[in-house]
């Protein structure tokens, strides 16, 4: 089993350019979730999926968005890159929230 | 706001100490757990507490659970270099919404 994969590792984008985060996990986990993690703010929860074609927003879900078309992927798209969504973003995923969470290893974006 | 708060932000001792983390937080939850995370990595996940348990131990790690007061607390004895890390509380809300809330971590530093 790979668990939770998060691609690209590093991503530089200019203010303005879209761009996927990618992240699939092979333990057929219902729940899966982004966070971005920020210098000093923990992990805030962006978007959450609670099984295939449900999604919901979490604490800061503005300039991003979801789709959970299967149980494996869940891909966070940025729709137009701002230097705010400098971050480093974290997928994680589990059979229910109530239940221990496993994360991917990150991805680390800059927006210039 | 985040549902769960840590304190100290920071906590630096000497190799073989314990080390006592804090964690706060507002609203009715079915559990707690605590996760840490390596320099530069994802969270791993590290114990977790049930809201109708008091105390739990897993190895070194000891962790309580006081739901009168809304408070978690992680003891980690006999620390080791190792156990260098960010440590973070996170919640699930028993009466809202399948989110999993964490806290801004506490920055453990071991010396040797």
């Known amino acids: 089993n790979a668990g939770v994969t998060q691609t690209p590792k590093f991503q530089v984008l200019k203010t303005g350019q879209s761009m996927t985060l990618q992240c699939a996990q092979d333990m057929n986990h219902e729940y899966m979730s982004w966070y971005r993690q920020d210098p000093g703010m923990g992990l805030r929860l962006i978007h959450y999926s609670v099984g295939a074609g449900i999604t919901d927003q979490g604490e800061v879900p503005n300039g991003y968005n979801v789709s959970r078309s299967t149980t494996e992927d869940f891909p966070l798209r940025l729709l137009s890159a701002a230097p705010s969504q400098t971050s480093v973003y974290f997928c994680?995923?589990?059979?229910?929230?109530?239940?221990?969470?496993?994360f991917g290893q990150g991805t680390r974006l800059t927006v210039v | 706001s985040q549902q769960g708060e840590e304190d100290p932000q920071a906590l630096s001792i000497q190799e073989g100490e314990n080390a006592t983390m804090n964690c706060s937080y507002k609203t009715s939850i079915n559990n707690l757990q605590w996760y840490r995370q390596n320099s530069g990595r994802g969270l791993v996940h590290l114990i977790l507490?049930?809201?109708?348990?008091r105390e739990k131990h897993s190895g070194r790690l000891r962790v309580t659970l006081d739901t009168s007061k809304k408070s978690s607390s992680l003891l980690i004895t006999a620390s080791r270099a190792a156990d260098t890390a960010s440590y973070f509380c996170?919640?699930?809300?028993?009466?809202?919404?399948?989110?999993?809330?964490f806290g801004q971590g506490t920055r453990l530093t071991i010396n040797p």
């Open positions: 994680a995923s589990s059979y229910s929230v109530k239940i221990p969470a496993f």
């Open positions: 507490i049930r809201s109708n348990e």
């Open positions: 996170a919640t699930d809300d028993k009466g809202g919404a399948q989110k999993l809330v």
